[in-house]
């Protein structure tokens, strides 16, 4: 199709114009879609909530045919899991996003990055692989997300060095750290490691608990010691030359800001307008945060739910005194590590609380309950 990339700017610039004024029902259309393709998956990370699902999903072909319908207004297509690679219409996706012009990023643990798999990779043209590793030894790994990391970290550096072979810079590589008490000490160390592998960046960012046992991992008590490791592996990834993002605000930076992000004016959000988030069995939420239902794409067109009620409500307030609820706690343009939502979700609240109130320290249990992989 001709002139795509006119199409995604001339769409990009309406959501602009859409956003700027508050406006509910819009005739544009997303600029950045992520794809939950299916809740299964090899690994059981004890920080994921998809393996905890009752049910296994996989996003119908008939989902990928009404998006490759908007998908020539669409600049990324985020695909996610569960695990990707275990998608069987994965193939029919990428081909559908790669025909509409959209820049495709794939989270994944990297497992299944078999020699067909990296080939996969390379003819789709993704612009981005993001790996969730998490840990920097065997031992930490296998308690967290379970498996061989050397296998994982060996499968990258295959795709790192394939693409030297074909002469390209893409994909952009990635790792993601979901920094937990039983893993920080091993922070720059992880820095380390992953550029010795051929990773371009490391994003990091806090564990948030979804379920009890998760509660003892959270940083949120070893905040001093946390901030220090954090920005060691910094200065570490500056002399080595690798990229690394922190979370948006350490422990230390949310004690010391003069308004209280509870109380700060809100930060601008245009994510009604430029974002969708669509699950393996086709409901749409506002954003990767959440953010509540707006819709289910396998009940209709994707305009009448890119226009679903809930959204349009949202989009009319998100930026205003009174911002949905769902919105106020945002762990990502409102987050602060010292408010306990922002590192507990609603369901493990009170136990938490009841920790801190306490002044106790619970003792992380990793050992306790191991990580279940299949390879």
């Not at 569960?82 to 495709?104: I, V």
């Not at 798999?117 to 612009?127: D, E, H, R, W, Y």
């Amino acid at each position: 199709m001709k002139y795509l990339q006119n199409i995604k700017q001339l769409n990009g610039l309406a959501n602009q114009v859409y956003a700027s004024a508050n406006v509910g029902q819009v005739d544009s259309f997303p600029e950045n879609i992520t794809v939950a393709v299916s809740n299964r998956c090899n690994y059981r990370c004890i920080m994921c909530m998809e393996w905890r699902r009752e049910t296994d999903n996989d996003l119908p072909p008939e989902t990928i045919e009404k998006l490759g319908d908007i998908l020539p207004f669409v600049k990324t297509l985020y695909v996610t899991g569960g695990e990707p690679l275990m998608y069987p219409h994965l193939d029919m996706l990428f081909e559908t996003a790669l025909k509409a012009g959209c820049s495709l990023t794939m989270v994944t643990n990297g497992v299944l990055l078999t020699d067909k798999n990296i080939a996969k990779i390379l003819n789709f043209g993704l612009f981005r692989v993001k790996f969730s590793l998490d840990a920097a030894t065997q031992k930490t790994y296998a308690k967290i997300r379970g498996g061989n990391l050397q296998k994982v970290l060996m499968n990258i550096k295959k795709l790192a060095q394939a693409k030297i072979a074909h002469g390209i810079n893409w994909p952009m590589l990635e790792v993601g750290f979901v920094a937990m008490r039983s893993n920080i000490m091993e922070l720059p160390k992880f820095v380390s490691m992953a550029a010795g592998v051929g990773i371009n960046h490391i994003n990091v960012s806090y564990g948030v608990a979804h379920v009890e046992e998760m509660i003892p991992e959270s940083l949120y008590f070893m905040q001093d010691e946390a901030d220090q490791i954090m920005l060691a592996a910094k200065d570490m990834a500056d002399h080595i030359g690798i990229s690394l993002t922190l979370p948006n605000q350490l422990f230390k930076d949310a004690k010391h800001a003069v308004t209280p992000v509870d109380q700060a004016p809100p930060a601008i959000c245009e994510d009604p307008w430029r974002s969708t988030f669509i699950w393996p069995d086709g409901r749409m939420s506002m954003c990767c945060g959440g953010g509540g239902n707006t819709g289910n794409l396998n009940n209709g067109e994707f305009m009448d739910e890119w226009n679903n009620k809930a959204r349009v409500g949202a989009r009319k307030l998100i930026n205003t005194p009174h911002p949905p609820a769902q919105c106020k706690s945002c762990r990502t343009t409102r987050q602060n590590p010292n408010l306990t939502s922002s590192l507990f979700s609603g369901k493990v609240m009170d136990a938490a609380q009841n920790f801190i109130d306490s002044g106790e320290i619970p003792t992380p249990c990793l050992d306790a309950s191991p990580a279940i992989h299949v390879d």
